[in-house]
């Protein structure tokens, strides 16, 4: 059973950091990174590891967060600095596995606001 578990959102005032954290489990995979979706928007990506190993940032966050992982646990973190209030979103970890599905976790908000 594939798994991705998500934590670290939360209230945050604009300017201030937060970092989100999540794990994977029940299969291999060759892409893994971040989307989020804001009320009333459709899902866009933010950052993600792609099957070369490259990194793919959404402009609106390049310069401010940063995407690392620990390949051997299965662990993908967005660390967001400079926050504004139009990152607030639900932020979903997801992977592409080897065989080609996409899975995604059940999101964390973050919310930015003073």
């Known amino acids: 059973q594939v798994q991705l578990v998500e934590s670290g959102g939360g209230l945050v005032q604009p300017g201030g950091s937060l970092r989100l954290s999540c794990a994977a489990s029940g299969t291999k995979f060759n892409v893994m990174g971040w989307h989020r979706q804001a009320p009333g928007k459709e899902r866009e990506l933010v950052a993600a590891?792609?099957?070369?190993?490259?990194?793919n940032y959404a402009d609106s966050v390049k310069g401010r967060f940063t995407i690392s992982r620990d390949s051997a646990e299965k662990k993908v973190y967005l660390q967001m600095d400079g926050l504004k209030p139009e990152d607030t979103a639900v932020y979903y970890c997801y992977i592409r596995a080897d065989y080609g599905k996409h899975y995604w976790g059940k999101g964390t908000l973050v919310t930015v606001s003073s």
């Open positions: 590891f792609t099957s070369e190993s490259t990194t």
